[in-house]
């Protein structure tokens, strides 16, 4: 899995959120080159069948 927490957005561009060494939000880069949107689309497709739906996510904590 990506070490990056990012955000794809009408698959035409990723948001990817930089933290520092607490967690804390410290920025954000915006990507529309097709490699970079290519690959986070891979990995959305990859995991996104082995998410718990947000409705369940209660249930399962």
């Given at each position: 899995?990506?070490?990056?927490?990012?955000?794809?957005?009408?698959?035409?561009?990723?948001?990817?959120?930089?933290?520092?060494?607490?967690?804390?939000?410290?920025?954000?880069?915006?990507?529309?080159?097709?490699?970079?949107?290519?690959?986070?689309?891979?990995?959305?497709d990859?995991?996104?069948?082995?998410?718990t739906?947000?409705?369940?996510?209660?249930?399962?904590?």
């Amino acid at each position: 899995m990506p070490e990056d927490d990012f955000y794809i957005l009408d698959d035409e561009r990723v948001v990817t959120l930089r933290f520092d060494q607490a967690t804390n939000l410290v920025g954000i880069d915006v990507d529309d080159t097709p490699a970079t949107v290519a690959h986070s689309q891979r990995w959305r497709d990859m995991v996104w069948p082995l998410a718990t739906h947000h409705a369940n996510l209660a249930e399962a904590h």
